[in-house]
């Protein structure tokens, strides 16, 4: 019998990463500049191949077939992060879209540290190697989204009057759900607490603000819904209705 402390870990990396993958994949095409698009978009695949790895692992435990696992689950079903499934901006990707960068550029740094920290704590001390590894090898692929996000953010505070406007707005509307990145259950497959991980990604993150002279955000509100227990928006519901027409449509299709 799979431990269910596992499983809910599994989910909660899998369904981040896919989550986030289909954000990024809505900028096909809306990106600043052509270079950003192809980046960005590159960006988009190796989030949605890494949701891909965790929901095999999934599958290997006997939860299910990965693809129905990422495509045939409801919103209370998810347990990713609230932060991960906010819109990118007004508009949907084919209608007016009037999507955010500023946003776009803090939400993905506060996310990629983020990640970065719970992966190295799972290659270092997960108990189930399987997940160990793959940690490992998704670390050094990550670490350049990381590195992507903060050059980014230097460029957008230190350019423009607006583009720094922007960049403080995003920040802001970041902070209001970041706090739901760190409800993370302590275990033997990831051996640290929240509070550990929130003490260490502010110590990383702050030093980004302060080299910029943007003041650092005094209130990270409590979420008021969790993710990680299966409490969405409506915005996840619409995304997974996006997301999943195809497969609902062709069962058998690869993604």
């Known amino acids: 019998m ?15 990463e896919l989550v986030i993958g289909h954000r990024d994949s809505e900028w096909l095409g809306l990106a600043p500049h052509i270079e950003e698009d192809i980046a960005f978009g590159s960006i988009a695949q190796d989030e949605v191949g890494h949701a891909t790895a965790f929901y095999r692992l999934l599958s290997d435990l006997g939860l299910g077939v990965a693809d129905d696992l990422a495509f045939l689950r409801g919103a209370a079903e998810r347990r990713n992060a609230v932060l991960l499934e906010r819109p990118n901006g007004a508009g949907t990707y084919l209608q007016d879209p009037a999507f955010d960068w500023g946003y776009t ?3 993905r740094l506060a996310y990629d540290l983020f990640d970065a920290i719970r992966l190295e704590c799972i290659a270092s001390g997960c108990s189930y190697q399987p997940l160990a590894q793959l940690a490992g090898k998704i670390r050094r692929e990550e670490r350049y989204h990381l590195l992507h996000h ?13 583009s720094r406007r922007r960049l403080v707005a995003g920040i802001e509307q970041t902070f209001l759900d970041a706090g739901g990145l760190f409800v993370m ?35 990270m509100p409590a979420p008021a819904l969790d ?16 997301m999943g027409e195809v497969y609902r449509t062709a069962p058998g299709a690869a993604w």
């Open 105 to 107: 550029v803090a939400r």
């Open 185 to 219: 259950t302590p275990s033997d497959y990831f051996p640290t607490t929240s509070a550990a991980l929130l003490e260490r990604w502010t110590a990383e993150l702050r030093p980004q603000f302060d080299a910029v002279g943007l003041p650092w955000p005094l209130v």
């Open 2 to 16: 799979t431990d269910p402390i596992l499983a809910l870990l599994l989910y909660q990396l899998a369904d981040d």
């Open 227 to 242: 993710g990680r227990a299966g409490q969405h928006t409506a915005d996840l519901s619409a995304l997974l209705e996006t």
């Open 150 to 162: 903060v050059t980014w953010f230097k460029r957008l505070a230190e350019g423009t009057e607006e």
